[in-house]
């Protein structure tokens, strides 16, 4: 027997970066040496977000959840001794993507790269932050057109590179079904290639460059049969729009190409282990099918609903992906679903399904208009609420969350200090003073910059006129600029964005029938306020800082609403002082703070802090997140009434608990349970 051809692996990554520029660059090139065959870049919220480490909304953010990266030293730093020319560079970035990229340039630049060689993606899709990641800064229309004045800079200056990676991840993360998913990405997809085709800046025979470069980031859940599916939906949708939408002739140019980071959501807090496999299955769904195959792979750890993996758990998962690539059979067949009938129908009805929704936003006006009117956000936050309702009734199961909880002491982590990776709270004293000796140091030798205000000014006229932001962008580079300056002269021209948070107009996803646990915490919430004298008990869910993650504190938001609750809720990336501030004014009964990104340590204790100054005791603070056993001893020794974990799923318990401590923080009794 001939042996077959075997086809080429997918790309290898893992997501990475934290604490600083060196330390980020010594675990790329541990990770390269280890096999890994494209780098993953994680940022950091201050540099996602457009500001300098020592803003006051970077507080407690920085090197957390990525790498801060505020000027041009930073980037040459980052990338010290990896040639950019021979690179595979994925950056999660999308508010500040143009900035980034012009940094990564200029780097390549330095080395004596030829740039039309340089290949990557720059995530750089906008909608999904309006509607789940939360990093936005600019209104739609201004993100728009960094967006489209990338693609056309990229199609004649750095050909190889993908401009923008339409990321259906965080969708799914926020509650969407496969439909939409696909639907939502696509009328993204839509949105970005209308944009460019009537921008002017791309002539038509160029379109298919365009469409060529595109790409997406996918999201794979447990339900394997599913999402193997809904990647062949996505990919007959996207042959479909660009050639009827778009005309596009060359089948090579009408490909789906995707990368993907299996879900997240998913991992467990309780007995960790079990992630392992859900990891393995979520990935089977995107590599099985030879004709519906991603292109880039990375994969979480284990410990992720922890906290941040150690360079080990990062191992484990790239050798996750190595055992498939080259131990087992996989790249040697042809698509093994082909021709199945049970496939075949599933992947019609999400086509068709995803489609009729798709039409839906199209005649709202599209993407951005859905994003605007508030509409997408609902039903994502509609979607979600439904999927908590399933488990906290047992309808989804979840492997030792709400069934099979037995378990046997978990070796991984009997010592949880040091299960998952802690960044040095030291780390941001040093990166600040780092940045301010680049502030004034940037115009002497060894760098030699000229001064950056007048790059700055130039990007400002540029922006406030209509042509190609990338030019101006480069110049405030190369004259070390920081990522502050360069977002903040664009604040000063394009305004910022308040995203609508979804949670008013939310469907009730949990009926309060006589009986239910709902009605009980409805009973409770009402005599609570009855016995403090006022019509309704109120209650602030803050977002303090630069976390952009909302699922949570909406569904809570959402659900303490429906147990009879009046709700304060402005929506993310506000400062202690802010939520202090209405907390005071909306005289509220009690504070939820959600934080995932690692920050409670410093911003919760100024909450609690700032409302005993205020002499405002008697609210209790209740914290939520991905917060280490340690620190929630901490947290509690500090002053909070609570602390709830993603291993809490039960949001009407949690509701019920809050009741209790707005009775304990006023003395009143305890009220009887009824039997």
């Known amino acids: 027997m001939t042996e077959r051809q075997k086809d080429r692996p997918w790309l290898m990554r893992t997501y990475a970066g934290h ?28 540099t996602q977000t457009g ?78 932050e309006y509607l789940s990641r939360g990093t936005h800064v600019f209104p739609p229309g201004p993100s728009l057109r960094l967006t489209t004045d990338m693609i056309a800079y990229t ?19 926020a509650g969407a079904t496969p439909v939409q998913e696909i639907a939502y990405a696509m009328s993204t997809a839509i949105a970005v290639l209308d944009a460019v085709r009537d921008g002017g800046q791309v002539p038509q025979e160029r379109m298919g460059d365009v ?32 050639r009827e939408r778009y005309g596009i002739e060359n089948p090579k140019h009408r490909r789906f190409r995707y990368g993907v980071q299996v879900n997240s959501l998913g991992l467990t807090e309780a007995q960790p282990e079990n992630n392992v496999q859900r990891i393995v299955l979520e990935m089977l769904a995107v590599t099985l099918s030879k004709d519906a195959r991603a292109r880039a792979v990375q994969l979480p750890a284990w410990n992720e609903a922890l906290g941040l993996p150690r360079p080990w758990d990062q191992q484990w998962s790239l050798r996750i992906q190595q055992v498939l690539a080259y131990e087992s059979d996989l790249l040697e067949y042809d698509d093994i679903f082909e021709g199945s009938k049970v496939i075949e129908a599933k992947v019609e009805q ?24 508030g509409y997408l956000k609902s039903q994502l936050v509609a979607s ?38 802690t960044v040095d709270p030291a780390v941001e004293a040093r990166v600040i003073a780092s940045l301010r000796n680049w502030r004034d140091t940037r115009y002497q030798p060894p760098f030699n910059h000229p001064r950056p205000c007048k790059a700055l000014e130039k990007l400002k006229e540029a922006a406030r006129g209509t042509g190609n932001l990338m030019e101006a962008t480069l110049e405030c580079a ?52 009855e016995d403090l004298g006022v019509g309704k008990l109120r209650f602030l869910v803050g977002k303090p800082g630069l976390d952009g993650h909302s699922n949570g504190a909406e569904q809570i938001a959402v659900r303490a609403r429906d147990a009879g609750f009046e709700v304060v809720y402005q929506g993310i990336r506000l400062t202690p002082e802010q939520i202090v501030d209405a907390a005071l004014a909306e005289d509220v009964h009690a504070v939820g703070l959600s934080i995932l990104s690692g920050s409670h340590a410093q911003l919760v204790p100024d909450v609690l ?40 799923f039960d949001i009407t318990g949690i509701i019920g608990r809050i009741v209790d401590e707005i009775r304990k923080a006023n003395k009143l009794d305890p009220l009887e349970v009824p039997a």
Not at 161 to 173: D, F, G, K, R, V
Not at 355 to 370: S, V
Not at 390 to 403: F, L, P, T, W
Not at 616 to 630: E, H, K, L, R, Y
Request: overall charge negative.
């Open 51 to 128: 500001y300098d480490s020592d803003h006051v909304l970077a507080r407690g953010e920085v090197g957390r959840v990525g790498v801060p990266v505020a000027h041009l030293g930073d980037m040459r730093r980052l990338f010290q001794d990896i040639p950019l020319e021979q690179m595979n560079t994925s950056m999660t970035i999308n508010a500040t993507a143009m900035w980034l990229l012009a940094l990564y340039q200029v780097v390549a630049e330095e080395q004596g790269a030829d740039i039309t060689k340089l290949q990557g993606t720059t995530q750089n899709d906008i909608v999904k």
């Open 609 to 648: 802090e700032r409302l005993r100054v205020a002499g405002a005791t008697d609210i209790p603070v209740i914290a939520g997140g991905i917060i280490p056993n340690g620190d929630a001893e901490q947290l509690r020794a500090a002053g909070v009434a609570a602390v709830f974990t993603p291993k809490d």
């Open 211 to 242: 469409v060529g470069r595109i790409s997406f980031f996918v999201n794979a859940g447990v339900r394997f049969i599913e999402e193997m599916c809904k990647m062949r939906a996505f990919g007959r949708i996207w042959d479909r729009v660009t």
């Open 350 to 373: 999400l086509v068709a399904d995803s489609l009729a929704e798709m039409e839906r936003i199209q005649e709202m006006g599209g993407a951005m208009a859905a994003v605007e009117s």
């Open 155 to 173: 199609v004649s200056h750095l050909p190889k590179w993908n401009p923008i990676n339409i990321c259906s991840y965080h969708l799914q993360e």
């Open 19 to 46: 604490s600083t520029a060196e330390a980020s660059n010594e675990l790329y090139r541990r990770n390269l040496a280890k096999g890994q065959t494209g780098l993953s870049v994680a940022f950091d919220l201050p």
């Open 478 to 529: 190369r004259a070390g600029a920081t990522t502050g300056e360069w977002a903040g002269a664009l604040r000063e021209v394009f305004g910022e964005f308040r995203a609508p948070t979804g949670v008013s107009s939310a469907p009730v996803a949990v009926a309060a029938e006589e009986g239910s646990a709902l009605s009980e915490v409805r009973r409770r919430v009402d005599l609570t306020a």
């Open 384 to 421: 979600h609420a439904e999927r908590r309702a399933r488990i906290e009734s047992g309808a989804e199961k979840i492997i030792g969350v709400n069934a099979f909880e037995g378990t046997e002491p978990n070796p991984l982590t009997a010592d949880l200090d040091t299960a998952i990776h």
